[in-house]
């Protein structure tokens, strides 16, 4: 069956962004608040559980068109009209988020009985966690008017300055020249995924010389962005009394600082595993030095008498559902389904945003997937990854929408999960020894992304908070500041000409309005799902029904109890870490060892 590498928009509000299905959508969300605000000032004891689901049932109207929104942004990437439909959520947005803070104060004016009461009523029994969460919450609140002006002034601030990221991305290109002396012009995000399959490393090396000055001309439109996007959320921190920037992140984790510092430890201490794995990439590159550059981290192999394989879309998804099967037949199901009712939004064009994402549609009760299909295994790799957050978003539509609002931290291990399981199909399929040296170092690379990359990132963003609470940070600081950050967490292995200023411009990451730090969350997924991967292996025919319950778990706890309750482990332990980063050095070893005939 020939498979559609487009998705299918057509059941979602007419398909367009200008259709009266959306309009309606925006009307009855409007409708939806207004009918709760208006009766909010009667409500008794007994009438919580009826507006609780009412703003559930609010959150989810609108939480479907925020996702339409962002998937039709994606895809077209520089169609002006989306900035109109934002500034019109936005507005809705507002308008729910004064609802929602008048119910966390009335949580938090209840008595401790009443609230006790409360949590033993059977309508609110499985949201109780969201509801302490919520009291707790409005204790940082200011009063009701000076709320509305800061949610008001915040969306010309940090959403405002987020969105105009977006503007300034979308209209850049730039080109490079391939191995054949063919000139080729390519949009940012076109430039980004040629960077992780290029096989030539001149023409790579052409194509990361280019992208680097690509964002180097836009650094002081850049920087500005950065420095007001940043500067908005320090402020509102401020504001709700937040003692430190990390506060708010490890808040919507629910993690604590304790477990992020112990994790980080554990990477800095198994960085040498890694430096030993890219220097003989390096070597098996063929490249100048012992030490990669930038753009080679994820540079495909080119051993002799192997030609890496490139899948073709129904080759990709016949992988991903036979092996997704074999661990759960659930998870097989869900990636068929995706792939036969086309979820997925994969073609190879320009115009469409860089990087790849799973949306939820909570009214619909379906999920949509964004990427880019080049047909590398690393490719078939990232829809896995994709299809793992869907699976994650599709044992959740059963719950109460607060029982669904899990936080990034274990999204990632879910989609993690999912991605290693690809991952090493591929490496048990090779038929050579060249062929499993590839693969292996294709799994490799994310090992690289969550110890080196992603520790980068995670070093800059602290560092340039810090200094962001006392004054703006020029672009030629940001450019230091980074390298540095690449510095210590790369432990050495970049060559010294290697290294990528202009990464915080590149990065959209760093420009997300929703979620701060959006960089240490993908460590913790990465390797929390290499336990519930080797828990996987010893739990047998049991594994499937233990994994969704956890995963329907993570709403409903902060992620310590969810690690004891499921997998009985202590993540403010080095241990379990420890254990993780393990499985990552027996890899290593093995692709060291193999890597040796090809020297």
Same mark, same amino acid.
């Given at each position: 069956?020939?498979?559609?590498?487009?998705?299918?928009?057509?059941?979602?509000?007419?398909?367009?962004?200008?259709?009266?299905?959306?309009? @309606?959508?925006?009307?009855?969300?409007?409708?939806?608040?207004?009918?709760?605000?208006?009766?909010?000032?009667?409500?008794?004891?007994?009438?919580?559980?009826?507006?609780?689901?009412?703003?559930?049932?609010?959150?989810?109207?609108?939480?479907?068109?925020?996702?339409?929104?962002?998937?039709?942004?994606?895809?077209?990437?520089?169609?002006?009209?989306?900035?109109?439909?934002?500034?019109?959520?936005?507005?809705?947005?507002?308008?729910?988020?004064?609802? @929602?803070?008048?119910?966390?104060?009335?949580?938090?004016?209840?008595?401790?009985?009443?609230?006790?009461?409360?949590?033993?009523?059977?309508?609110?029994?499985?949201?109780?966690?969201?509801?302490?969460?919520?009291?707790?919450?409005?204790?940082?609140?200011?009063?009701?008017?000076?709320?509305?002006?800061?949610?008001?002034?915040?969306?010309?601030?940090?959403?405002?300055?987020?969105?105009?990221?977006?503007?300034?991305?979308?209209?850049?290109?730039?080109?490079?020249?391939?191995?054949?002396?063919?000139?080729?012009?390519?949009?940012?995000?076109?430039?980004?995924?040629?960077?992780?399959?290029?096989?030539?490393?001149?023409?790579?090396?052409?194509?990361?010389?280019?992208?680097?000055?690509?964002?180097?001309?836009?650094?002081?439109?850049?920087?500005?962005?950065?420095?007001?996007?940043?500067?908005?959320?320090?402020?509102?921190?401020?504001?709700?009394?937040?003692?430190?920037?990390?506060?708010?992140?490890?808040?919507?984790?629910?993690?604590?600082?304790?477990?992020?510092?112990?994790?980080?430890? &554990?990477?800095? @201490?198994?960085?040498?595993?890694?430096?030993?794995?890219?220097?003989?990439?390096?070597?098996?590159?063929?490249?100048?030095?012992?030490?990669?550059?930038?753009?080679?981290?994820?540079?495909?192999?080119?051993?002799?008498?192997?030609?890496?394989?490139?899948?073709?879309?129904?080759?990709?998804?016949?992988?991903?559902?036979?092996?997704?099967?074999?661990?759960?037949?659930?998870?097989?199901?869900?990636?068929?389904?995706?792939?036969?009712?086309?979820?997925?939004?994969?073609?190879?064009?320009?115009?469409?945003?860089?990087?790849?994402?799973?949306?939820?549609?909570? &009214?619909?009760?379906?999920?949509?997937?964004?990427?880019?299909?080049?047909?590398?295994?690393?490719?078939?790799?990232?829809?896995?990854?994709?299809?793992?957050?869907?699976?994650?978003?599709?044992?959740?539509?059963?719950?109460?929408?607060?029982?669904?609002?899990?936080?990034?931290?274990?999204?990632?291990?879910?989609?993690?999960?999912?991605?290693?399981?690809?991952?090493?199909?591929?490496?048990?399929?090779?038929?050579?020894?060249?062929?499993?040296?590839?693969?292996?170092?294709?799994?490799?690379?994310?090992?690289?992304?969550?110890?080196?990359?992603?520790?980068?990132?995670?070093?800059?963003?602290?560092?340039?908070?810090? @200094?962001?609470?006392?004054?703006?940070?020029?672009?030629?600081?940001?450019?230091?500041?980074?390298?540095?950050?690449?510095?210590?967490?790369?432990?050495?292995?970049?060559?010294?000409?290697?290294?990528?200023?202009?990464?915080?411009?590149?990065?959209?990451?760093?420009?997300?309005?929703? &979620?701060?730090?959006?960089?240490?969350?993908?460590?913790?997924?990465?390797?929390?799902?290499?336990?519930?991967?080797?828990?996987?292996?010893?739990?047998?025919?049991?594994?499937?029904?233990?994994?969704?319950?956890?995963?329907?778990?993570?709403?409903?706890?902060? &992620?310590?109890?969810?690690?004891?309750?499921?997998?009985?482990?202590?993540?403010?332990?080095?241990?379990?870490?420890?254990?993780?980063?393990?499985?990552?050095?027996?890899?290593?070893?093995?692709?060291?060892?193999?890597?040796?005939?090809?020297?």
């Amino acid at each position: 069956m020939a498979l559609k590498e487009t998705w299918n928009l057509k059941d979602l509000f007419g398909g367009d962004i200008e259709s009266k299905e959306l309009e @309606e959508a925006f009307h009855k969300s409007d409708e939806m608040i207004d009918e709760i605000s208006n009766s909010f000032d009667q409500t008794e004891l007994k009438d919580f559980p009826k507006i609780a689901q009412k703003l559930q049932d609010a959150e989810a109207n609108l939480g479907e068109i925020s996702s339409f929104i962002g998937m039709w942004q994606a895809a077209f990437y520089s169609d002006s009209r989306v900035n109109v439909k934002y500034g019109q959520f936005q507005d809705l947005y507002l308008k729910l988020i004064q609802l @929602e803070q008048s119910w966390g104060r009335k949580l938090a004016e209840l008595s401790d009985d009443e609230f006790n009461e409360l949590l033993k009523n059977p309508q609110m029994e499985s949201i109780q966690f969201t509801l302490k969460e919520q009291r707790k919450q409005a204790q940082r609140l200011l009063d009701p008017q000076t709320e509305y002006f800061i949610q008001k002034l915040q969306q010309d601030a940090l959403n405002a300055w987020s969105s105009h990221y977006e503007t300034i991305a979308s209209g850049l290109k730039t080109s490079y020249t391939d191995e054949n002396d063919q000139n080729h012009e390519v949009s940012a995000g076109q430039a980004l995924n040629l960077l992780d399959s290029i096989a030539n490393p001149a023409a790579r090396k052409n194509l990361m010389t280019n992208y680097e000055k690509m964002w180097g001309s836009a650094e002081n439109l850049s920087g500005d962005t950065l420095n007001h996007l940043a500067g908005a959320r320090l402020t509102e921190y401020q504001a709700h009394k937040y003692q430190d920037f990390l506060d708010y992140p490890l808040e919507l984790n629910r993690m604590s600082r304790k477990t992020l510092d112990t994790m980080w430890h &554990v990477v800095s @201490e198994n960085k040498e595993m890694l430096v030993k794995f890219l220097n003989r990439k390096a070597r098996l590159l063929k490249l100048p030095t012992d030490k990669i550059s930038w753009q080679d981290q994820s540079a495909p192999l080119d051993l002799p008498g192997y030609k890496s394989r490139q899948l073709t879309y129904e080759e990709a998804a016949d992988i991903i559902v036979t092996n997704f099967t074999k661990f759960s037949p659930k998870m097989g199901k869900v990636a068929k389904y995706a792939f036969e009712h086309q979820w997925i939004e994969a073609e190879d064009r320009p115009g469409k945003q860089p990087g790849g994402f799973e949306t939820p549609l909570p &009214v619909s009760k379906e999920a949509r997937i964004f990427l880019t299909f080049t047909g590398s295994v690393n490719d078939a790799a990232t829809i896995g990854h994709e299809l793992g957050h869907a699976f994650h978003t599709m044992q959740m539509y059963d719950l109460p929408l607060w029982r669904q609002n899990y936080a990034m931290n274990v999204a990632e291990t879910a989609s993690t999960f999912a991605e290693t399981i690809i991952n090493n199909a591929n490496v048990e399929s090779a038929k050579s020894n060249a062929e499993k040296l590839t693969l292996l170092d294709a799994k490799m690379v994310n090992a690289v992304a969550m110890f080196m990359n992603i520790h980068a990132r995670f070093i800059f963003e602290k560092d340039f908070y810090t @200094e962001r609470q006392k004054r703006i940070i020029t672009p030629a600081e940001l450019n230091k500041m980074m390298i540095n950050a690449q510095k210590e967490a790369f432990a050495g292995a970049l060559d010294e000409n290697g290294y990528h200023p202009h990464f915080w411009t590149s990065k959209l990451h760093f420009y997300i309005d929703g &979620v701060p730090f959006y960089n240490f969350p993908y460590t913790f997924g990465y390797l929390f799902s290499l336990g519930i991967y080797a828990f996987a292996k010893k739990s047998g025919d049991n594994f499937e029904d233990q994994y969704i319950s956890l995963l329907r778990d993570t709403a409903n706890m902060n &992620v310590e109890e969810l690690a004891k309750k499921h997998l009985n482990v202590d993540l403010t332990k080095e241990d379990f870490w420890q254990d993780g980063a393990d499985l990552i050095k027996q890899d290593i070893d093995e692709y060291i060892k193999l890597s040796e005939e090809f020297i």
